[in-house]
Structures are given as C-alpha cells and as structure tokens.
C-alpha cells in the first residue's frame, strides 16, 4: 500500500541529516523536470520496470535496482510496465553535500541486481519513525537517514569493485582474441560482443585504459607483427600484408608509416 510523508521541517535544517521526503511502494507517474530537483534522491525499484533519461542518456531500471538522482540534475522517469512501484528518499541536511563530495556522489547512478532488503528496512523504518513521532521524529530519522547512506555507499562500493573487475576480464579477452586472430578481418562488433559490451562502451574502455580505439590498437599489434615478418622472413612485403590481416598492400603501406614514420620497405633496409 502507497505511503508517503513530507516532515515539517523547521530547526532541523541543522541537522547533519533529515528527511525531506520519503515515499513508499509508490506507484511511480511520469517525472520530467527540466532543471532537476533541488534535493538529492535515492530510488528503489521495487517491481514493474521504468526507465530514467538523463542527459539524453536512457537507463532501464528493472526490479532490485537501487539509483541515484544528484540535486540539481535535469531529468525524466516513466513506467515501462502497466505498473512500476518505487521506495524513494529525497533528503538534505547541513552535512549532505560535503558528503556527497567526499563520496563522489555527483551524477546519476543506478545500481542492478541489488539485495535491498536492508535498505528498504532501514527506509521503512524512517517512514514510521517520521509518522509516529511528531516531536523528536525528525531527529530520530537523522540518524536512521545516515545509516542508510552508509548502506547505500557500501552497496556502491561493491558494484564499483565488481565493474572494474568485470571490465579487467572483459579487456583481457579482447586482447587475447585480437593477439590470436589478427590476421583475420576483425570487426569492431565482434570484439564488443566478446566483452560483453556495447561497441561505444568498448571505446570508451579502450580510451581510458590505452589511449586508442579497438582498431587502432588492433592496427598496432598488426603493424608489430608485420615488422618481425620484416626483419626476420624472406616474404615479401605483399605476403606480409596478407598475413598480418591488412589485405591491401597500399593501405599496409599507409599504416605502417603512420606508426613507424617510414615504409615496411624503408624498415627492412634499416633494420636488416
């Protein structure tokens, strides 16, 4: 059954912590607000499925998906579904925002395949604290408030520490694939589904860990490769085209010197 509570906030603007609004099972209408909300908020997806847009951005929230809203930060949610059912939590209070910059809390994050049963303990308690105490309600909450952002922030943690981990293994099959079928036409789709990934998220993985694209650094390794055929074969430098997955001796040609700063034909006779 949907419940909800705005606590009358009046000296507990001193608070390190308070609640500012806090609703459950809430059957979620469509948000759009075009200069976000002044106050950071935490989500529960309970069932049903939504979706959230966020810089153009769209995030599907399944169930068991907790996510983050900054303050501040223009955004959109509907249902998916017929019915799509939240716990929500906005708060503030005089500590919330040196926390959230000491968290690094600063953009939209949604988190899947979370146990809440925790978290939404921890919330449901501070419904009934903040509805059945009128007078120290908002001071009790405080503290149960914070307790749920340290659940929350250990939640965070473990999905960073999984998401970098599954990006570490995701790479090192790409590499391993590119190491052993270079010589093939390798196509940027084919290395994303090894990874798991989108074609755009693998760039962007590549970037951040190589400073290059997918296919320069599949350039690169065939470049490596063509120059040991170079130095330490008789094959000619069509041959070695073909077999270093470059096909067309003009375009090898090309390549090669964009790395190297000569010809294949130029290295060999340095370095041979």
Known sequence: ????????????????????????????????????????????????????????????????????????????????????????????????????????????????????DRLRRIITRIYYTLKSDKLYGNHYASAQLYDFLIEYRKIADNRLSSFYTAQSVALADVLQYIEEHYPEQIKLNELAKIAGVSEQHLCRLFKKNFQLRPMEYLAQVRVQHAKDLLVYSNKTIGEISDETGFQDGSYFSVVFKRYENMTPGEYRRIKV
């Open 1 to 116: 059954m949907y419940k909800q509570i705005y606590p009358v906030i009046g000296d507990e603007k001193n608070l390190p912590f308070y609640v500012v609004g806090l609703g459950l099972e809430s059957w979620q209408f469509p948000i759009k607000r075009a200069d976000g909300y002044e106050y950071p908020q935490i989500f529960l997806s309970r069932s049903g499925e939504g979706e959230v847009i966020i810089n153009g951005e769209t995030t599907k929230i399944p169930p068991d998906t907790v996510f983050y809203i900054p303050p501040f930060c223009p955004h959109e949610y509907h249902a998916l579904s017929d019915a799509w059912y939240l716990d929500w939590i906005a708060f503030s209070g005089s500590q919330v925002i040196p926390l959230l910059e000491q968290w690094k809390l600063n953009k939209f994050t949604a988190i899947q395949g979370v146990d809440m």
